[in-house]
């Protein structure tokens, strides 16, 4: 996170005026303050009209002297916003008037605050792309050598230091995540009638791919110690499979939010039915398991580098795998499935799913600095973890001993209470322009797969639940103290109101 800001806030009492000061005075007080607005209080301290610039030039076109008062200011009802009210309410008041600053009344109609439109109008986001240094360098180095094909130097780099990285023998740079997905499932033979394992609790384009195989979805829980897929769940769908006489082809095991599934007990029951694991890694890039790095359990791992991603090349995705022949499969059927000959031929059919050299050379630049930035999404986890550790009714996404987190996005559940539950707390957030979501939809409960089959964690759904009280709050690496004491103020404000 950034250190703290430092805004000069319009002091109230700085502020305030009464009929007896004079024009000159108020002139001069205007012109100090940069507020552009002066309040006019009556004798008992009740806000009685606001005075800018331009009703000051009024009364002296109208003989007013600088050295009189205020008496002849016409009354005027004064813009306010009562407290308590939303950033939004109070944006969209400027907006409506024109204005940029809006005293705050509370009780006797007296002005507590006065809100400043360059200071409430920036909106927090979930997750926004952070560069670093290097990125520009290795665009410009593209540029300078006309290497703006989706093939070049940087490519290669980026797919030998990601895999360096995560300790993979081999990668293929790709146009995005899903197309890693879908490679990765092509590789494993997975086809029509085909039947994939693959977590409920995750996006949509975990699964996607395997309907672009022709192939289908049956999805598999979470657990409560990871949120990942659920080892009991699991191995009651491959049971289920064996006594039905069928196997699928591939299980899809989704790292949500940085954090690794677990693993150990997950592989071995996919090595015991023998069946082939592709990790969607999208997520959890930098995250490791037992200090094995996230992505690099089955065999074939996927990564994404979408915008939201913890790095990103604006958009991109990696596939890799220990196997030197898959990893040349993808890139092959990457690049349109071209046969070894100078004429076009083709003998299978490719996509055109490599990445530009031009992103790659962003994708260098951020992985210099992942490490950096999976400490500062902790860091943020931890300082909301740490500032609302007294509020019962939060429940963060928990953090077994054998994981390392990169807390992509910080999630918790909310209990509801007294009426307030996920949904109002996410209204309230998005009031005081905070943007956060829920937890992924899971994928058993989406109309477009209400059709496949689904094995729960146990009797209760756990993804259900997660699904009905999750929530992501802002998590970016680019987030500041300020905006973290920003959002556990308005939570503590949300906790206040519910009870
Ligand atoms: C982002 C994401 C993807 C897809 O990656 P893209 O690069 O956006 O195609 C796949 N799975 C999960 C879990 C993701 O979060």
Same mark, same amino acid.
């Given at each position: 996170?950034?250190?703290?800001?430092?805004?000069?806030?319009?002091?109230?009492?700085?502020?305030?005026?009464?009929?007896?000061?004079?024009?000159?005075?108020?002139?001069?007080?205007?012109?100090?303050?940069?507020?552009?607005?002066?309040?006019?209080?009556?004798?008992?301290?009740?806000?009685?009209?606001?005075?800018?610039?331009?009703?000051?030039?009024?009364?002296?076109?109208?003989?007013?002297?600088?050295?009189?008062?205020?008496?002849?200011?016409?009354?005027?009802?004064?813009?306010?916003?009562?407290?308590?009210?939303?950033?939004?309410?109070?944006?969209?008041?400027?907006?409506?008037?024109?204005?940029?600053?809006?005293?705050?009344?509370?009780?006797?109609?007296?002005?507590?605050?006065?809100?400043?439109?360059?200071?409430?109008?920036?909106?927090?986001?979930?997750?926004?792309?952070?560069?670093?240094?290097?990125?520009?360098?290795?665009?410009?180095?593209?540029?300078?050598?006309?290497?703006?094909?989706?093939?070049?130097?940087?490519?290669?780099?980026?797919?030998?230091?990601?895999?360096?990285?995560?300790?993979?023998?081999?990668?293929?740079? %790709?146009? !995005?995540?899903? /197309?890693? *997905?879908?490679?990765?499932? =092509?590789? @494993?033979?997975?086809? +029509?009638? $085909?039947?994939?394992?693959?977590?409920?609790?995750?996006?949509?384009?975990?699964?996607?791919?395997?309907?672009?195989?022709?192939?289908?979805?049956?999805?598999?829980?979470?657990?409560?110690?990871?949120?990942?897929?659920?080892?009991?769940?699991?191995?009651?769908?491959?049971?289920?499979?064996?006594?039905?006489?069928?196997?699928?082809?591939?299980?899809?095991?989704?790292?949500?939010?940085?954090?690794?599934?677990?693993?150990?007990?997950?592989?071995?029951?996919?090595?015991?039915?023998?069946?082939?694991?592709?990790?969607?890694?999208?997520?959890?890039?930098?995250?490791?398991?037992?200090?094995?790095?996230?992505?690099?359990?089955?065999?074939?791992?996927?990564?994404?580098?979408?915008?939201?991603?913890?790095?990103?090349?604006?958009?991109?995705?990696? %596939?890799? !795998?220990?196997? /030197?022949? *898959?990893?040349?499969?993808? =890139?092959? @059927?990457?690049?349109? +499935?071209? $046969?070894?000959?100078?004429?076009?031929?083709?003998?299978?059919?490719?996509?055109?799913?490599?990445?530009?050299?031009?992103?790659?050379?962003?994708?260098?630049?951020?992985?210099?600095?992942?490490?950096?930035?999976?400490?500062?999404?902790?860091?943020?986890?931890?300082?909301?973890?740490?500032?609302?550790?007294?509020?019962?009714?939060?429940?963060?996404?928990?953090?077994?001993?054998?994981?390392?987190?990169?807390?992509?996005?910080?999630?918790?559940?909310?209990?509801?209470?007294?009426?307030?539950?996920?949904?109002?707390?996410?209204?309230?957030?998005?009031?005081?322009?905070?943007?956060?979501?829920?937890?992924?939809?899971?994928?058993?409960?989406?109309?477009?797969?209400?059709?496949?089959?689904?094995?729960?964690?146990?009797?209760?759904?756990?993804?259900?639940?997660?699904?009905?009280?999750?929530?992501?709050?802002?998590?970016?690496?680019?987030?500041?103290?300020?905006?973290?004491?920003?959002?556990?103020?308005?939570?503590?404000?949300?906790?206040?109101?519910?009870?």
């Amino acid at each position: 996170m950034t250190a703290q800001r430092n805004f000069s806030r319009p002091d109230v009492e700085l502020l305030t005026i009464n009929r007896q000061t004079s024009v000159r005075d108020a002139l001069s007080l205007l012109d100090r303050s940069g507020a552009g607005m002066l309040l006019l209080v009556s004798p008992d301290g009740a806000l009685e009209r606001t005075v800018t610039d331009g009703d000051l030039r009024r009364l002296l076109l109208k003989g007013a002297s600088l050295e009189g008062n205020l008496q002849d200011l016409p009354n005027q009802a004064p813009r306010v916003i009562g407290e308590g009210e939303s950033r939004r309410a109070a944006l969209d008041l400027m907006n409506q008037h024109g204005i940029h600053h809006l005293p705050v009344v509370g009780a006797q109609g007296k002005v507590v605050a006065i809100l400043e439109r360059k200071e409430i109008d920036a909106q927090i986001l979930l997750s926004t792309p952070h560069m670093g240094d290097s990125e520009r360098q290795y665009v410009e180095e593209a540029f300078k050598t006309n290497w703006i094909a989706p093939l070049g130097p940087n490519v290669d780099a980026f797919e030998r230091e990601l895999a360096e990285m995560v300790g993979a023998r081999h990668a293929a740079a %790709l146009s !995005s995540g899903t /197309a890693a *997905l879908h490679l990765g499932l =092509r590789l @494993l033979g997975v086809g +029509a009638g $085909d039947k994939v394992f693959c977590s409920t609790l995750t996006f949509a384009a975990s699964a996607n791919p395997i309907v672009y195989q022709g192939a289908e979805p049956v999805f598999i829980d979470s657990d409560r110690d990871s949120w990942n897929m659920s080892p009991q769940a699991l191995e009651q769908a491959f049971e289920t499979a064996r006594r039905e006489g069928w196997m699928p082809k591939a299980v899809i095991i989704v790292c949500l939010y940085g954090q690794s599934a677990d693993m150990d007990p997950l592989m071995a029951l996919c090595r015991h039915y023998n069946v082939p694991v592709l990790e969607d890694a999208a997520e959890s890039l930098g995250a490791t398991y037992k200090g094995k790095a996230s992505g690099t359990f089955g065999r074939l791992g996927a990564y994404s580098f979408n915008g939201n991603k913890i790095i990103t090349t604006s958009g991109g995705g990696m %596939l890799v !795998s220990d196997d /030197a022949d *898959l990893i040349a499969k993808a =890139r092959f @059927l990457a690049t349109q +499935a071209r $046969d070894p000959a100078p004429h076009y031929q083709h003998s299978e059919i490719g996509f055109n799913y490599r990445m530009s050299n031009i992103l790659a050379g962003v994708g260098r630049g951020q992985l210099q600095v992942l490490r950096s930035r999976v400490e500062a999404r902790r860091q943020v986890f931890q300082a909301y973890r740490e500032a609302l550790s007294d509020l019962d009714f939060i429940t963060w996404m928990p953090e077994p001993t054998w994981s390392y987190s990169t807390h992509w996005l910080t999630a918790c559940t909310i209990a509801p209470h007294a009426g307030a539950d996920r949904h109002s707390l996410m209204q309230h957030l998005a009031g005081e322009l905070i943007e956060a979501r829920p937890l992924w939809k899971p994928m058993h409960l989406q109309p477009v797969f209400q059709s496949c089959r689904y094995f729960a964690h146990g009797d209760a759904s756990v993804s259900d639940q997660l699904f009905d009280q999750g929530i992501c709050l802002p998590s970016g690496s680019n987030m500041s103290t300020v905006d973290v004491e920003r959002i556990v103020d308005v939570i503590r404000r949300f906790r206040r109101r519910a009870s």
